[in-house]
C-alpha cells in the first residue's frame, strides 16, 4: 500500500462548480499536510498547509484534515478555469522529507 | 516571499555528457531537496541536504550526484547523462521537518 493515495484525474468540471479534491494516507502518526498547485510546465507552489485535524480557509480554498479516517481535502468554492492546473497533496514524513501523491489534474470549463 | 530559482528552463544534452543543474535559493533554509517529475510516476526524490556538505540518498540516487559547498546552493549533477533521464527536474528548500517546501520553476531536460 502506498503512504499516500490520489486520484489522479483528470476531473473536469463546469466553471463556478465547487471541487473536491482528496487523498488517503496510511501512517496515523503524520501531522503536517499540505496541498500544492501545479500549472502545467511551472513548479508546485504551495496553495495550504495544515497542522493535525481540522480545516483551513483561504479566500476560495478549503483544506480539512480527518486524522481519524487518513483522509485530506481540498475544497474550492466557484471555480474559475484559472484554476485549471494538477493538484498535489503532500504530507511531511516526520523525517523532513514531503511524501507527494500522485497529483489530480483539474480542468475548470468556462 | 521565498525564492527557489533554477539555473536553467530547458536544456537539451547528449547521451555520456556530464550535466550540471544549479539551485539556488534566498530564504537561508537549512534543508533543500532535488526530485525528478514524470507523467503516472509523480514527484520521486532523489536527493536532499540537511545542511552545508551534507547530502542523503532519495528513493532514485543511481545515476546521480549532489554538491552543497553553501547554504544557499544545491547541485544536481549527473555524471553520464542517460535517455532515462530525460525529465523535468525539481528543487526546493524548507526551513525545517514540519515545514513546507517551496519548489523552483524547474528544468526540463532533454537527452538526446
Known amino acids: 500500500q502506498k503512504e499516500v493515495e490520489q486520484d489522479p484525474g483528470p476531473l473536469s468540471v463546469p466553471e463556478g462548480a465547487i471541487v473536491s479534491l482528496n487523498c488517503t494516507y496510511s501512517?496515523?502518526?503524520?501531522?503536517?499536510f499540505m496541498w500544492y498547485r501545479q500549472y502545467s510546465r511551472k513548479g508546485p507552489e504551495l496553495l495550504m498547509y495544515t497542522y493535525s485535524s481540522g480545516n483551513k480557509e483561504d479566500g476560495r480554498f478549503t483544506a480539512q484534515v480527518d486524522k481519524s479516517s487518513k483522509y485530506i481535502s481540498l475544497f474550492i468554492r466557484d471555480s474559475q478555469p484559472s484554476d485549471s492546473a494538477t493538484y498535489l497533496c503532500a504530507i511531511d514524513n516526520q523525517g523532513g522529507k514531503l511524501i507527494f501523491g500522485q497529483g489530480t489534474e483539474l480542468s475548470v470549463k468556462p | 516571499d521565498v525564492k527557489v530559482t533554477q539555473s536553467s528552463r530547458y536544456l537539451v544534452k547528449r547521451t555520456g555528457e556530464k550535466v550540471f543543474l544549479e539551485c539556488v535559493q534566498d530564504?537561508?533554509?537549512?534543508?533543500m531537496f532535488w526530485y525528478r517529475q514524470d507523467p503516472g510516476l509523480g514527484l520521486r526524490l532523489i536527493y536532499f541536504s540537511y545542511d552545508v556538505k551534507m547530502k542523503e540518498k532519495g528513493d532514485i540516487p543511481e545515476g546521480y550526484s549532489v554538491s552543497r559547498e553553501k547554504k544557499e546552493r544545491f547541485s544536481l549533477i549527473l555524471e553520464s547523462a542517460s535517455t532515462n533521464q530525460t525529465s523535468m527536474y525539481l528543487c526546493a528548500s524548507t526551513l525545517g521537518q514540519g515545514r513546507a517546501q517551496y519548489f523552483g520553476p524547474g528544468t526540463r531536460l532533454l537527452v538526446l
Open positions: 530564504m537561508d533554509h537549512e534543508n
Open positions: 501512517n496515523s502518526a503524520f501531522q503536517y
